[in-house]
């Protein structure tokens, strides 16, 4: 995360670990001005790595110039994770109005900072879906991809049987994504 102070042109630097990407689908859908309800993984990154301008009560304190600033808040992936968890929020009740539209591979190279010495390129190993009006009550079933025979397998409660990625892409309402970096 990268903030710039407006009146003195400081940058602030805040590197965190992170465990798992959220992104918000009716946030992504308003931000990208969509008029359909199906937002693309890739305009997800684009909206997690836009720039926000704090102003107003969101003000910040820049250490710098002493005083509460408008600023530039920026946040920018420096390296990928070798295993890449992805949160679809859905917000309050998990309103399911916001279709994702996902691949098996993924590459976001375009989002990393170093490029050449970062993994950027993703097999989907895992789906989470969701079925039910909210969170509160449905149920979940998971699709994960065997390591060892390369074969999607979908779990729902007691019972496993052989998938495809293509059942799992339209099964219930993904929740969350597991990808695994692979080279290419």
């Not at 602030?12 to 937002?39: A, D, G, S, W």
């Not at 060892?148 to 059942?167: A, G, H, P, R």
């Amino acid at each position: 995360s990268m903030m710039t102070c407006y009146t003195c042109n400081a940058t602030t630097h805040n590197v965190q670990c992170f465990n798992i990407l959220i992104f918000p689908l009716e946030e992504v859908r308003k931000y990208k001005n969509k008029l359909n309800n199906t937002v693309d993984i890739i305009e997800c990154f684009e909206y997690y790595q836009k720039q926000d301008i704090m102003k107003n009560s969101n003000q910040i304190y820049c250490n710098n110039c002493k005083t509460m600033s408008i600023c530039n808040n920026k946040t920018e992936l420096i390296i990928g994770p070798n295993v890449l968890v992805i949160n679809l929020n859905r917000g309050k009740g998990l309103e399911f109005n916001v279709k994702i539209d996902f691949e098996e591979y993924l590459d976001i190279k375009n989002f990393i900072y170093y490029k050449d010495k970062s993994p950027s390129f993703y097999e989907l190993i895992g789906i989470v879906t969701h079925f039910g009006p909210s969170s509160m009550s449905g149920h979940f079933i998971a699709f994960c991809k065997s390591f060892i025979d390369n074969q999607w397998y979908k779990y729902n409660d007691t019972q496993v049987n052989l998938s495809s990625f293509e059942e799992a892409r339209s099964t219930g309402v993904p929740y969350i994504l597991f990808y695994s970096f692979i080279k290419r």
